[in-house]
């Protein structure tokens, strides 16, 4: 069971119009949590059933072996489990969503990548951590790369360029493209790239950018730092 939920179908006011299921944005934390009730009960999850993480761009990976009962969630990009009690979430607004799961091993994964977090190859960690945690082999994972901000959209800095350059050596170039004077970068190319490294063969790319399309999703880029998030939900079934 996986799914990137919308902006639809909330109960959030402008500027976070409707389904924002980020609680650090500034919306009422009691209207969040409506749309996180409206979120699993779409897929047919108990809310109960949440691991999430606070996402602080890193390339630190979390196994979890039971819905989360810590008030405060730990601080990861990355989050594995082999337990059908268990619902993945993460929140997204131009960042990179990337769901994997292993059919033969019955694991899931779920990863959120931003530039620092590409750089970090937070999603290569992850693939080596269920290899690890699961015995997943990443030639049984299948991996989706969601809605998320595309390279037209996402101009960078120097600095952003150097580290990228530093991570990614040779393949650098393949991903970083010159327009208008400015340095964009690909974020769905470079994590397909960090897949096909770990070994992964079926990866499927949504192709849809955030910034684009802001009737449906939500753009830290495209609306200026003030917007909500969109959930991503990954678990096993029974």
Known sequence: MHGFLTRRGGVSPAP??????????????????????????????????AFDVWQVHSAEVIRARAPRAAEVPPKADAIITDNPQVTLFMRFADCVPILLVDPVRRAAGMAHAGWKGTVRKTVLETVRAMGEAFGSRPEDLHAGIGPSIDAHHYPVGPEVVERFQAAFGDAAPEFLTSTNGSEHLDLWGANRWLLEEAGVKRIELAGICTACHLEDWYSHRGEGGRTGRFGALIGLRE
């Not at 609680?23 to 996180?36: F, L, M």
């Open 16 to 49: 976070w119009e409707s389904l924002n299921v980020g609680g650090t944005v500034g919306d009422d934390v009691r209207r969040v949590a409506e749309n996180r009730r409206r979120a699993f009960a779409a897929l047919g999850r108990r809310p109960e059933s």
